[in-house]
Every structure is written in structure tokens, then in C-alpha cells.
């Protein structure tokens, strides 16, 4: 399955668009204040990043449902909350 953020992949030519597809996840854990900043921020990024691979993970399934072998021109957008 080719994923990317491009409208074409070269060396292949594009015969039929199956729909929009979408991957989402979410990451509700709640994370420590520590007064290490550095961890809070190491804790922030290895966070974003499982959470980016659920929603890619998702994204390929979803495509596949519709017999597509390719996702073309994906957007991403991450945005982070806290909460008290």
C-alpha cells in the first residue's frame, strides 16, 4: 500500500479514485507534570508518534476496504489539549 502526501506517485499512473478515505486516533492518557521538562516534552513526542501510526494503521485499512492500493495527497493534522 503506497501512502503519501503528493497528488501522484511517479512511475504509476492513477485509473480510478475509490473515495475519500480518513485514519483517526486519539491518545486520552493523562500526562504527568513532572519538573523534568525534558521527559514531559520526550513523553509529549513518543505520544504524537504512536498516535500518528494508529491513524496511518487506520487509514490503510480503510483504503483496503475499498480495494484501493494507494492513498494519495494525505493531509495531517495533530493538535494536542490538555486538560486540568
Same mark, same amino acid.
Given at each position: ?12 499512473? /492513477?485509473? !480510478?479514485?475509490?473515495?475519500? %478515505?480518513?485514519?483517526? *486516533?486519539?491518545?486520552?492518557? =493523562?500526562?504527568k507534570m513532572t519538573f523534568n521538562m525534558q521527559?514531559?516534552?520526550?513523553? /509529549?513526542? !513518543?505520544?504524537?508518534?504512536? %498516535?500518528?501510526?494508529? *491513524?496511518?494503521?487506520?487509514? =490503510? ?12 495527497? /494525505? ?10
Amino acid at each position: 500500500m503506497i501512502l503519501t502526501t503528493t497528488n501522484s506517485v511517479e512511475g504509476y499512473k /492513477i485509473l !480510478e479514485y475509490r473515495g475519500i %478515505v480518513s485514519g483517526t *486516533a486519539v491518545n486520552v492518557q =493523562k500526562m504527568k507534570m513532572t519538573f523534568n521538562m525534558q521527559k514531559y516534552y520526550a513523553g /509529549i513526542s !513518543e505520544s504524537v508518534s504512536e %498516535v500518528k501510526a494508529q *491513524a496511518f494503521e487506520q487509514l =490503510k485499512e480503510n483504503a483496503e476496504k475499498l480495494n484501493a492500493n494507494a492513498v494519495v495527497g /494525505i493531509a495531517v493534522d495533530i493538535e494536542l489539549t490538555t486538560t486540568n
